[in-house]
């Protein structure tokens, strides 16, 4: 499976814009980008995906480089409740890599 | 549909006891995954399914793990003779399959053993 590396904590301080990136050297050309996050005490949440473009919902934002070898999920204004534990994951589109293999993650918190 | 459920929230058990869990998946969703979480960590895969097929089955999933998903809609997930080591969240997640398609995952059941 493809690799991610993201740092381990982030702080923000809330209604502040939040930067959480990720490295993904390892990446196909087939896998997506995928992330997720978990609240405290719930199961992980669907934030955003995108392969090659830059994508955007309602929750967030996904800047992916040129090469694909890193992205960057952007919450516009950070609220109290977006704390929680970001993991990026690289999803290939068939068969076994098809799972998702989530690493450590990224404790965001948020401050007043 | 309401998502994805789990049953049971929680689960308290003796060391050697059996014990079974159930995900409901949402209905029209043909993949579905357990995972397994323990504190400060990621989840961890287990197996999945399409339909009714077990396609793969990690390796920490040792003999004393069974999964099952008849006729393809709900899943159990059965650990024989617990361990202390067993003790965490256990999770449910559903999807299409397809390209970039999302996963919706369950509350999960944590798992006590003692």
């Known amino acids: 499976d493809a690799k991610t590396t993201q740092p381990n904590s982030m702080e923000s301080n809330e209604e502040e814009p939040v930067h959480l990136p990720c490295n993904h050297s390892?990446?196909?050309?087939?896998?997506?980008i995928h992330w997720y996050r978990q609240l405290p005490s719930q199961g992980p949440e669907y934030v955003i995906h995108g392969l090659t473009s830059n994508v955007n919902n309602r929750m967030a934002s996904l800047a992916i480089a040129e090469d694909r070898k890193s992205s960057t999920l952007i919450l516009h204004r950070a609220t109290l409740r977006d704390a929680a534990v970001y993991y990026c994951i690289l999803r290939g589109p068939t068969g076994t890599a098809s799972k998702l293999t989530f690493g450590t993650g990224t404790r965001l918190q948020v401050t007043l | 549909d309401t998502g994805v459920s789990q049953d049971p929230r929680h689960k308290i058990t003796k060391r050697g006891q059996n014990v079974t869990f159930r995900c409901d998946p949402i209905s029209e969703h043909n993949r579905l995954y357990w995972y397994r979480q323990t504190l400060g960590q990621g989840p961890e895969f287990l197996t999945y399914?399409?339909?009714?097929?077990?396609?793969?089955k990690s390796r920490l999933l040792s003999d004393r793990f069974s999964a099952e998903r008849p006729k393809g809609s709900f899943s159990t997930l059965e650990i024989q003779r617990t361990e202390q080591g067993d003790s965490a969240m256990y999770l449910c997640?559903?999807?299409?399959?397809?390209?970039?398609?999302?996963?919706?995952f369950g509350q999960g059941t944590r798992l006590t053993v003692v």
């Open positions: 390892t990446i196909s050309g087939t896998d997506y």
């Open positions: 399914f399409q339909n009714e097929a077990q396609l793969e």
């Open positions: 997640a559903s999807s299409f399959t397809g390209f970039g398609t999302e996963a919706f």
